[in-house]
């Protein structure tokens, strides 16, 4: 089996259908594709299994995250490389070859992103810019400038859309359960790097992501996320006076300044979201909320 296609449903079942029929026409016999349903409140893992008999549909009994959807996915896997993929993407071309041939071309690759474009022709992402000694400047590039793009190692893989050669993932123990939802795909790629993987971006490839399809945009749980895994992050890949900056930084000018913010648009069930983050943090209380 040389490619398994792995995707997370979670109540979401009509993006996934859409996901799966712009799928079909690029499979490849010796490719598989397997569909982890997030415990959905509705048994919607039955409706795919009987819509689409070609996937592989596995059932969890209860909501583990992004990171533990995936694993479930893995330890099903046959494939020799994984794409992970959101089952909000719409396929629209090949883009799976150039992703396949530049793994098989470079051993030293751990993982590739392909260019992801939005729905209404915007870029979500075009590569990442260099990161920061203290994992504080952490920007997805999201312009196209055409002269600009290439076939390039970069800092950061997208979790949207990421192909990895099973034996990358392998040798750092699978994707990071312990953020439960935001910033793994950040950890697992500077996990891959202290490995000695390089990181790929291959705009060669496209795919179309609607984006936000499971929380929302602007969500107390997206705040919630997103305020502690960011704290865990530094946590977790900074050591010595590098994190201890970082953190202090973050909880003495970062909270305050976003505090402010919510408070001046009066988005106070956020604000609440986003300080109960902090606190978890501080608690070490981490995994699903």
């Known amino acids: 089996m040389t490619l398994s296609i792995i995707t997370i449903n979670y109540n979401g079942i009509a993006y996934t259908r859409k996901f799966l029929d712009s799928l079909k026409p690029f499979m490849q016999d010796d490719w598989e594709v397997i569909v982890v349903d997030n415990a959905s409140r509705q048994d919607?893992?039955?409706?795919?299994?009987?819509?689409?008999?070609?996937?592989?549909?596995?059932?969890?009994?209860?909501?583990?995250?992004?990171?533990?959807?995936?694993?479930?996915?893995?330890?099903?896997?046959?494939?020799?490389?994984?794409?992970?993929?959101?089952?909000?993407?719409?396929?629209?071309?090949?883009?799976?070859?150039?992703?396949?041939?530049?793994?098989?071309?470079?051993?030293?690759?751990?993982a590739i992103s392909p260019r992801i474009k939005n729905l209404d022709g915007t870029y979500n992402y075009t590569g990442c810019a260099p990161l920061d000694r203290y994992l504080m400047r952490i920007h997805y590039r999201t312009k196209l400038i055409p002269e600009e793009q290439k076939s390039e190692e970069t800092p950061l893989i997208h979790g949207a859309a990421v192909m990895m050669p099973a034996s990358a993932l392998h040798s750092i123990g699978g994707w990071p359960e312990i953020y439960f939802l935001y910033s793994e795909e950040i950890d697992l790629s500077l996990h891959l790097k202290r490995k000695g993987y390089k990181l790929w971006y291959e705009p060669k490839a496209e795919l179309l992501h609607i984006g936000s399809a499971t929380v929302g945009k602007k969500s107390a749980m997206n705040c919630y996320y997103n305020s502690r895994n960011r704290l865990l992050l530094y946590s977790r890949n900074l050591s010595g006076w590098q994190k201890i900056y970082a953190l202090i930084y973050h909880l003495c000018l970062t909270v305050p300044h976003n505090s402010l913010q919510y408070l001046k648009r009066r988005e106070t069930s956020l604000l609440k979201a986003y300080l109960e983050g902090v606190k978890d943090f501080l608690k070490g209380r981490f995994g699903k909320k």
């Open 44 to 110: 919607e893992a039955s409706l795919l299994r009987q819509e689409y008999p070609w996937i592989k549909c596995i059932q969890s009994t209860e909501n583990v995250g992004f990171s533990g959807g995936n694993n479930i996915g893995v330890d099903s896997a046959q494939g020799e490389y994984l794409f992970f993929i959101n089952n909000d993407v719409l396929i629209s071309s090949d883009c799976f070859s150039p992703l396949l041939q530049k793994l098989q071309s470079d051993k030293g690759i751990g």
